[in-house]
């Protein structure tokens, strides 16, 4: 079992959608949890950093982390073509980040 | 530009050879992450230093693979005896590790490896 679990989509919804993507974890350990956006054939870009359990709002996007299931979200409000690429989860304890295998969205006009 | 800075953005190496990569961290950031990604999955752990120090490396990680980062600014990652299996992405990543740990870390754009 991977210690970080994400569905891998493809994910596909029409402009303006609310997106919901999600990931659970095995490892009680992990106190950090990302959310990074990569475009293709790009790094990783850090969207959302969340320490403790409950939402943290930044413009359109929201995480969410319950520690009591293990389990993680991010929310995108009225999402745009622009928001068309592959979504990663992340954990880590104190040194190295766990990341699940990422969804792939696909917001068309 | 003050981001992580990887180098070259591509590689094209026939199988046997060996190949090398640098990664250039954010400036003050004492930790240093390696990372390799193939197509649909996410980044998978391979190493990681804090300045100088390698504190750890991965267990899937092959003795073909060495990485260093003298000094604690640069890193370099080789791969010996290039395998067609190596193809892949490969990120560095970096952070700043304090008493209050904060990992945030800042991925550079990658090297691409194709091995023929």
């Known amino acids: 079992q991977k210690e970080v679990e994400q569905d891998p989509g493809p994910l596909s919804v029409p402009e303006g959608a609310i997106v919901s993507l999600n990931c659970t974890y095995s490892?009680?350990?992990?106190?950090?949890f990302m959310w990074y956006r990569q475009y293709s054939r790009k790094g990783p870009e850090l969207l959302m950093y969340?320490?403790?359990?409950g939402n943290k709002e930044d413009g359109r996007f929201t995480a969410q982390v319950d520690k009591s299931s293990k389990y993680i979200s991010l929310f995108i409000r009225d999402s745009q073509p622009s928001d068309s690429a592959t979504y990663l989860c992340?954990?880590?304890?104190?040194?190295?980040?766990?990341f699940g295998t990422g969804t792939r969205l696909q917001v068309f006009p | 530009d003050t981001g992580v800075s990887q180098d070259p953005r591509h590689k094209i190496t026939k199988r046997g050879q060996n190949v090398t990569f640098r990664c250039d961290p954010i400036?003050?950031?004492?930790?240093l992450y390696w990372y390799r990604q193939t197509l649909g999955q996410g980044p998978e752990f391979l190493t990681y230093f804090q300045n100088e120090a390698q504190l750890e490396k991965s267990r899937l990680l092959s003795d073909r693979f060495s990485a260093e980062r003298p000094k604690g600014s640069f890193s370099t990652l080789e791969i010996q005896r290039t395998e067609q299996g190596d193809s892949a992405m490969y990120l560095c990543a970096s952070s700043f590790s304090g008493s209050s740990t904060n990992e945030k870390l800042f991925f550079g754009s990658g090297t691409q490896l194709s091995v023929l």
């Open positions: 992340a954990a880590a304890n104190t040194d190295k980040l766990i």
């Open positions: 969340t320490y403790s359990s």
């Open positions: 490892n009680s350990a992990f106190q950090y």
């Open positions: 400036s003050e950031h004492n930790r």
